[in-house]
């Protein structure tokens, strides 16, 4: 059975998600998401049928998921994410959570 998990945007849409990973990177944690409905063009990056959005906590301490303006850490976690999917235990050693 899939992990699914349902997502409202700004303006009350609600949108699901299948979970296909968490990642805790360094300071931050991260949810591995394959949606469960078409993206906008603009949305989809290199073929990429995932997103990877960050778990915070609003101004009220509420959990929040955002999306990561850092392309750096975007692709550090994609690697990452692709690594735990091939099971590839290697790629653990290569980078460093602090």
Do not use: C, W
Request: net charge negative; aromatic share 10%.
């Amino acid at each position: 059975d899939a992990d699914l998990l349902s997502l409202l945007d700004d303006e009350g849409n609600e949108y699901e998600f299948e979970i296909l990973d968490e990642i805790d990177y360094k300071d931050g944690h991260y949810y591995v998401l394959m949606p469960l409905f078409d993206l906008p063009e603009e949305d989809i990056v290199s073929e990429r049928t995932y997103v990877i959005l960050e778990a915070i906590e609003d101004e009220n301490g509420d959990p929040q998921l955002a999306e990561l303006d850092d392309p750096a850490l975007t692709e550090e976690l994609d690697m990452i994410y692709r690594a735990n999917r091939e099971g590839n235990d290697v790629f653990e050693n290569n980078y460093e959570e602090s």
